[in-house]
């Protein structure tokens, strides 16, 4: 099994680096979305607008990975994870 960062697409962009910020986008979407419930009011316009820009980049990450024939299901890297995990824990505490 090859490892994310010995792998680049034909462009030259690392895999690693594409998955990881995919994943962050991802998990902070999620972030926002559970903020977005307990903010006051007058914060909650600007958040929703924050979430539907990390829609439309998710968006752009899906399919420029369809292009590029990249899996962005596979397992993440550990640090991408890590970090993910922080902002999940943050979002419910």
Known sequence: ???????YTND???V???HC?????????RFVALTVAKAPRA??????????????ELD???SHARERDLDLTV??????RR?????MAVAYS
Do not use: N
Request: aromatic letters at 16%; glycine letters at 8%.
């Open 1 to 7: 099994m090859a490892r994310f960062d010995s792998l």
């Open 12 to 14: 030259g962009i690392s």
């Open 16 to 18: 690693l680096d594409w």
């Open 21 to 29: 910020d995919y994943l962050f986008v991802k998990g902070l979407a």
């Open 43 to 56: 914060t909650q316009k600007t958040l929703i607008g924050g979430l539907a820009a990390l829609d439309a």
């Open 60 to 62: 752009w990450f899906e």
């Open 75 to 80: 397992a993440s890297h550990p640090a991408c």
């Open 83 to 87: 970090y993910v995990d922080f902002l």
